[in-house]
C-alpha cells in the first residue's frame, strides 16, 4: 500500500498579517483588533475599575490614537465606542472621555517610540505584585526568556501619572525595549500592531505569576544567558507576538462578534 501524498506546504493555510491598500482600511483593522484586545483583558481579569488601557496609532493621523472610553467594562466595548484623542489628550472623534492619567503616559510611549503602533498598560495582579519587588523578569521559562535583555524597568514611583516631564521619563526608560515594569504600580508593553502589544502584555503577566510562584515553592534555576538570547530571539519578535495571539483573536471575534459593531 502506498504511503498517503504529502499535502504541498503552498495549500496548507497559516495566517500572517494582512496588508491593506488604503488607511481606511487599516485603520478599521486596528479598531477591531482594539476591541477584540480589550475584551479579551476584560476576560482575563486585567480590568481594576478604571484603570487600564490599550492605544493604537491611527494609521493617517500619527500623532492621534485609538483607545478604550473612559469607565466603560472593557468586556463591553465595540469598535464604535472607540475615542480617537490627539497627543494632548483631546477627543478629536467619538462620544467618550479618556483617562488623562493614564493617556499622558501612552502619548509620550507612542511619541519617543515611532514604531509603537500600540501601547498596552493595566493593573494586572501579577504584574502589580512582581512590580511591587521592583525586580526584573528572570529567564526561567521559555516564555520569559522573550524578554530576555528586552524589558526595563521604571524604578521610581511618584503618584498617578500627570507630570508631562514624569511621561517622559518612563517613555525614556522603555527605550527600545518591548516592555516596562513600572515599580509599584504594574507593566506596560508595546508593538508594532495591536496583536503583538496585546500579546506582550499577557505572556508577560503570565511570566509575572510563574516567576512568583516558583520564588514561592523554591529558589528557580536561571537559563544561562547564551541560550536565554537564543530563545529570545527564535520568540522575542513582534510576529512571533501576532502569531501566538490569533487564537485568542479568533475566540473572542467569534463568541462575540457585536464587539465589531
Known amino acids: 500500500m502506498r504511503a498517503p501524498t504529502p499535502i504541498p506546504v503552498e495549500r496548507l493555510q497559516f495566517a500572517m498579517p494582512p496588508a491593506h491598500d488604503t488607511p481606511e482600511d487599516e485603520r478599521r483593522h486596528r479598531k477591531e483588533r482594539l476591541a477584540g484586545a480589550l475584551r479579551v483583558f476584560g476576560r482575563l481579569g486585567y480590568e481594576d475599575g478604571v484603570s487600564g488601557h490599550i492605544t493604537a496609532r491611527d494609521p493617517e493621523h500619527p500623532d492621534c490614537f485609538w483607545v478604550n472610553p473612559f469607565g466603560m467594562p472593557f468586556k463591553h466595548i465595540t469598535v464604535s465606542d472607540l475615542v480617537l484623542a490627539n497627543g494632548a489628550g ?50 526561567i521559562t521559555q516564555e520569559s526568556c522573550a524578554f530576555y535583555e528586552s524589558h526595563a524597568l521604571y524604578d521610581a514611583y511618584t503618584g498617578v501619572a500627570v507630570d508631562a516631564e514624569e511621561c517622559r521619563r518612563i517613555a525614556a526608560a522603555l527605550d527600545d525595549h518591548k516592555a516596562l515594569i513600572l515599580r509599584n504600580h504594574g507593566l506596560l508593553a508595546v508593538g ?33 544567558h547564551e541560550e536565554a538570547v537564543r530563545t529570545r530571539d527564535q520568540l522575542g519578535g513582534d510576529l512571533v507576538a501576532w502569531i501566538n495571539y490569533q487564537p485568542l483573536w479568533q475566540d473572542i471575534s467569534r463568541a462575540e462578534p457585536d464587539l465589531l459593531a
Open 90 to 139: 483631546q477627543v478629536v472623534e467619538g462620544r467618550h472621555h479618556v483617562n488623562q492619567a493614564a493617556f499622558a503616559v501612552h502619548a509620550e510611549v507612542h511619541r519617543a517610540r515611532p514604531d509603537a503602533v500600540a501601547v498596552a498598560h493595566c493593573h494586572s495582579v501579577h504584574g502589580r505584585a512582581l512590580a511591587a519587588l521592583g525586580e526584573l523578569l528572570e529567564p
Open 192 to 224: 508594532g500592531s495591536v496583536d503583538a502589544a496585546a500579546w506582550w502584555f499577557i505572556s508577560m503577566e503570565r511570566a509575572s505569576q510563574v516567576q512568583l510562584a516558583a520564588r514561592a515553592a523554591g529558589r528557580p534555576v536561571l537559563i544561562d
